[in-house]
Nanobody, 124 residues
Framework: QVQLVESGGGLVQPGGSLRLSCAVS????????MGWFRQYPGKERELVAA????????RYDDSVKGRFTISRDNDKNAVHLQMNTLKPEDTAIYYC?????????????????WGQGTQVTVSS
């Protein structure tokens, strides 16, 4: 059974940085992508970034391009999200999930095995 545990959230001032980590256990197929999503109160989860384990290909939401970087550590079975130049609108709960279809899917319904989430708050 795949289990995901997020960490690294917190409170940061606008313009600051945070690095989120997602520890993955029980993963068996490296062809399934890992994604970072965020969720605003009362809204559906939306994809922030995704990465393919085996080839490292990535996709990003336009709102974070140039500011966020997703990476994977095959040795430690972890996926990271480096977030720079944070803005107040980045405030949300961030979740990692494993895709259940091949490729770099965007919709949350195409992901499963969600972690518990980590709160990111950008405020002065």
């Amino acid at each position: 059974q795949v289990q995901l545990v997020e960490s690294g959230g917190g409170l940061v001032q606008p313009g600051g940085s945070l690095r989120l980590s997602c520890a993955v256990s029980g993963r068996t197929d490296s062809n399934y992508a890992m994604g970072w999503f965020r969720q605003y109160p009362g809204k559906e989860r939306e994809l922030v970034a995704a990465i393919n384990w085996s080839v490292g290909s990535t996709r990003y939401d336009d709102s974070v391009k140039g500011r966020f970087t997703i990476s994977r550590d095959n040795d430690k079975n972890a996926v990271h999200l480096q977030m720079n130049t944070l803005k107040p609108e980045d405030t949300a709960i961030y979740y990692c999930g494993q895709a259940r279809v091949y490729g770099l899917p965007g919709g949350p319904s195409l992901y499963e095995h969600w972690g518990q989430g980590t709160q990111v708050t950008v405020s002065s």
